[in-house]
């Protein structure tokens, strides 16, 4: 699997967009970028992912750089139940579970 | 909305003691894991099972086991508890292929005294 650099803190206003940057430069053609995140005490959220095309949802948008070795994820009007532990995973859609690694991740703090 | 339920959010138990830890998923879904989360470690996979009845070692089985009976249920079982299984357990689960969409419980602290 890929490795990923994250910042590993961010802040944000509340209400603002908040833009987490991820680096995978040694990404492969079949790796998808995913996004997790978790909130202090509580299991990993699944959030979005995304290959080579920009993806939205209605947590998040994904947009990944036409060479995929970086990506960002967007969180378009950030509130403060939105301050979590992000991580970015870069990895094969039908990987084994075995080494789903989460990294240390960015730490959002959305701020009032 | 998918949900992955853990039976209990804290539990205390006594070193050598039999634990057990459950999880439930009402997605149908095919694959279910059992994580463990220690600060500076990450997430360590422990067991995950794709069907009923099967299962496969993680990175850090020893100490524990599982049992899938039933699709929607995945249990861990910690056989005599030790202070150093004292961590956060998390259950997920997912489709099959899926992998890494997967969905997790909101996670069991386990203290081991």
Redesign the interface.
């Given at each position: 699997d890929a490795k990923t650099t994250q910042p590993p803190s961010m802040d944000c206003a509340e209400g603002r967009a908040a833009n987490l940057p991820c680096n995978h430069s040694t990404i492969s053609g079949n790796e998808?970028v995913?996004w997790y995140r978790q909130i202090h005490?509580?299991?990993?959220?699944?959030i979005i992912?995304g290959l080579k095309n920009n993806e939205t949802n209605e947590m998040a948008s994904l947009i990944i750089t036409e060479d995929r070795k970086s990506s960002t994820l967007i969180l378009p009007h950030a509130t403060l139940r939105d301050t979590a532990v992000y991580y970015c995973?870069v990895?094969v859609?039908?990987?084994?579970?075995?080494?789903?690694?989460?990294?240390?991740g960015t730490q959002l703090t959305v701020l009032p | 909305d998918v949900k992955?339920t853990q039976s209990s959010r804290y539990l205390v138990k006594r070193t050598g003691e039999k634990v057990f830890l459950e999880c439930v998923q009402d997605m149908d879904h095919e694959?279910m894991?059992w994580y463990r989360q220690d600060p500076g470690l990450?997430?360590r996979?422990i067991y995950?099972s794709y069907d009923v009845k099967m299962k496969?070692k993680?990175?850090i089985p020893e100490g524990y086991s599982v049992s899938r009976e039933k699709k929607e249920r995945f249990s861990l079982i910690l056989e005599s508890a030790s202070t150093n299984q004292t961590s956060m357990y998390?259950?997920?689960s997912s489709l099959s292929?899926?992998?890494?969409?997967?969905?997790?419980?909101?996670?069991t602290?386990l203290t081991v005294v």
């Open positions: 998808y995913y005490s509580q299991g990993p959220q699944y992912h995973i990895r859609a039908s990987g084994s579970a075995r080494q789903l690694t989460f990294g240390s | 992955v694959n894991f990450g997430l996979l995950f496969e993680g990175d998390l259950c997920a292929g899926r992998v890494t969409e997967a969905f997790f419980g909101q996670g602290r």
